[in-house]
Nanobody, 128 residues
Framework: QVQLVESGGGLVQAGGSLRLSCAPS????????MGWFRQAPGKKRQFVAG????????NYADSVKGRFAITRDSAKNSMYLQMNSLKPEDTAVYYC?????????????????????WGQGTQVTVSS
């Protein structure tokens, strides 16, 4: 069974940094686009960042552009989200997701419904 496992969440003060990790198990996600989403209490799950197979294509939500960086390490079959200059409004449960795509030039999807595999989430809390 395919599983995505997130780690690295926690409590941090505004202006601080955290690095989230996503480690798939059960298969190699080498031909999959992957993404990070977040969901705050009472709100819909929203796109944060996406990355193509090789990592050459990335896209970001406007709210995190310039502060967050998504990367992946094929050798470790893992994906990361480096979060800098964190704000209280970044507080949410963060989820990693994956979907098989036809090529490395495919733009990582931005919609929840486009992803087939999800992790259980990791809590990120930013205090003011």
């Amino acid at each position: 069974q395919v599983q995505l496992v997130e780690s690295g969440g926690g409590l941090v003060q505004a202006g601080g940094s955290l690095r989230l990790s996503c480690a798939p198990s059960g298969r190699t996600f080498s031909r999959y686009a992957m993404g990070w989403f977040r969901q705050a209490p009472g709100k819909k799950r929203q796109f944060v960042a996406g990355i193509s197979w090789s990592g050459t294509i990335t896209n970001y939500a406007d709210s995190v552009k310039g502060r967050f960086a998504i990367t992946r390490d094929s050798a470790k079959n893992s994906m990361y989200l480096q979060m800098n200059s964190l704000k209280p409004e970044d507080t949410a449960v963060y989820y990693c997701a994956a979907v098989e795509v036809p090529s490395d030039s495919s733009i990582p999807p931005r919609d929840v419904w486009e992803y087939d595999y999800w992790g259980q989430g990791t809590q990120v809390t930013v205090s003011s």
